[in-house]
């Protein structure tokens, strides 16, 4: 059988992903997410003209019953006639997704929960917790310094008791050239004591957690629940918006965390990963606490997405590579996840059995891995 044909009948794991937007209001709005960064394109410019339009163009406009590759303008305009609610279910359905491992972390407030993403995709939700929003939780609580680590241990824990993960941003918060090492109680405290002195004053404004000593705290502190409760530690790396620098988020710059935690043991999943998509495949090749997936740039590489899965798979084990979408806002951004995936990894395994390099078996096992057992072996879903 076809690899392509494998994959379509694979409920995939999304392992990484947020919610849906509750109300889209206009083309505008809808533009706004599907560009990685807050900005409006240029005058007289969309961010349809770019390959994220060209893949929601292919893959959704049939589901809402257009041609493929419709016009941005009928696109949007079919779109919002039939509605928030219509949209949403009708297109994460036609995903076809098993499970969604949604980061709770990031604009909470105007999206779909994990309940209500159950609800609506007919998949199974579980919760991410991220690490920083629980530090910058717990720090808008104003507690004194000498209790705030424990107060975002007992916070962080009792968010990770149903969770099956933990995501750090930290390569948002500074990047991946932190030190490595645990570090001391009196050093924490100092750093508290720091950070929460400069939120005085800025009440109802929220904190943001930029301190590398506390960021690293707060890594550790979830590395030991992560050992109790056998659950990951997700990191963004590469492709992501204006808030990165994206050379200090190269996975290759947290090797000595990624060693450190290999000895307690925590697994640790790379996420996006692009342009260093080829450097996180060495580290799964190497560790043996390391995974990553392609994620977002799957949807925003357009046509040459074939070539990035194909370097994806260059020299990392089958078992390391996992799938996701990062959709967040639209219901597009899961269903064009989803479907660009299975035709790039489909494609890439089909030639190989073209080229004699593997046989049906094999990629269809290449396929199932990394569609969804390979998540299902990490993250306790099941």
């Given at each position: ?5 494998v ?5 995939l794991v ?13 083309r ?17 410019m ?9 893949t ?27 509605g ?5 279910r ?12 949604i ?8 999206s ?11 998949a ?54 932190i030190?490595?090492?645990?570090p ?28 590398p ?10 590395a ?5 409760r056998?659950?990951?530690?997700q ?20 090797t000595?965390l990624?060693?450190?935690?290999g ?33 977002s ?20 084990p ?12 639209l ?7 989803a ?19 593997c ?23 099941d």
């Amino acid at each position: 059988m076809p690899a392509t044909e494998v994959l379509d009948g694979v409920a995939l794991v999304d392992d990484h992903c947020h919610g849906v937007a509750r109300h889209v209001e206009d083309r505008n709005a809808f533009e706004s997410f599907i560009n990685e960064g807050p900005e409006e394109p240029p005058e007289r410019m969309s961010h349809f003209d770019a390959p994220i339009g060209l893949t929601v163009r292919r893959w959704c406009a049939p589901v809402l019953g257009l041609d493929p590759l419709s016009s941005a303008e009928d696109y949007v305009e079919a779109r919002l006639k039939i509605g928030d609610d219509e949209a949403t279910r009708t297109l994460l359905r036609a995903a076809r997704l098993g499970s969604l491992l949604i980061d709770t972390g990031y604009r909470t407030d105007d999206s779909l929960d994990p309940d209500e993403m159950a609800a609506v995709s007919g998949a199974t939700a579980h919760e991410i917790v991220r690490i920083e929003s629980v530090a910058e939780e717990v720090a808008a609580e104003s507690p004194n310094a000498a209790d705030y680590s424990e107060r975002f241990a007992e916070r962080l824990t009792e968010r990770a008791a149903d969770a099956v993960g933990f995501k750090s941003v930290v390569a948002y918060r500074g990047g991946f050239g932190i030190d490595p090492s645990v570090p001391a109680g009196a050093e924490v405290t100092r750093a508290a004591g720091e950070w929460l002195r400069k939120l005085d004053g800025g009440r109802g404004a929220r904190p943001r957690l930029e301190h590398p000593v506390l960021l690293r705290h707060g890594i550790w502190t979830a590395a030991a629940i992560a050992v109790e409760r056998k659950v990951p530690i997700q990191f963004h790396s590469g492709f992501g918006d204006t808030d990165l620098d994206i050379h200090l988020s190269n996975p290759s710059l947290l090797t000595g965390l990624v060693r450190r935690l290999g000895t307690l043991p925590v697994n640790v999943v790379f996420l996006h990963c692009y342009p260093y998509h080829r450097e996180a495949g060495y580290l799964a090749a190497v560790f043996r606490n390391v995974y990553f997936d392609l994620g977002s740039v799957l949807n925003y590489v357009g046509p040459s997405v074939r070539q990035i899965q194909a370097e994806g798979l260059e020299i990392a084990p089958f078992t390391k590579q996992m799938f996701s979408t990062d959709a967040f806002g639209l219901p597009e951004l899961y269903l064009a996840g989803a479907q660009t995936f299975r035709a790039a990894l489909g494609e890439v395994l089909d030639g190989w059995m073209a080229d004699g390099r593997c046989t049906a078996a094999d990629a269809e096992r290449i396929a199932r891995l990394i569609g969804e057992e390979n998540a299902r072996r990490i993250y306790p879903i099941d």
